[in-house]
């Protein structure tokens, strides 16, 4: 766009920009997804279309949230010596890392491991 003025127009709900146009007469519209900018269409001396898509990746935020949920749960079972944290069943060491650690070095040993744990979170 050539040096000079601009002229901004905005949506009249949103308040987003929509318009901005040169003192030659080329314009920039943009589009939107809600807050996000999809799209921006130049017109004028040279045209051209730039389209953007966005991802919401919510299965990040569902795997962070569950291994913030079993953090609390830690911390709180150990805290509060819930059996299933600190003493877990012999039985479950196949699928239980805390049943694993207390099967191979002991239930004194889990509940120091259990406590190092939640010092690094």
């Known amino acids: 766009m050539p040096r000079g003025p601009l002229t901004y127009a905005y949506h009249p ?14 314009t920039l519209a943009y589009t ?7 799209g921006t269409i130049r017109t ?3 045209a051209g279309t730039v389209s953007r ?5 919510l299965f990040g ?3 962070f949230l569950v291994v913030v949920v079993l953090g609390l749960v830690l911390i709180i079972g150990a805290v509060k010596r819930w059996p ?17 650690i207390k099967k191979i070095f002991g239930p004194r040993v889990l509940l120091y491991f259990t406590y190092a744990l ?4």
């Open 44 to 46: 004028g001396a040279v």
């Open 13 to 26: 709900t949103t308040g987003q920009l929509s318009t901005l146009t040169a003192l030659d007469g080329g």
């Open 53 to 57: 898509t966005h991802d919401a990746d």
């Open 84 to 100: 299933w944290i600190v003493n877990p069943p012999d039985e479950a060491w196949f699928w239980y890392s805390q049943a694993f």
């Open 61 to 63: 935020l569902a795997l």
């Open 32 to 38: 939107y997804d809600e807050s996000l900018l999809t």
């Open 118 to 121: 939640l010092s690094l979170a």
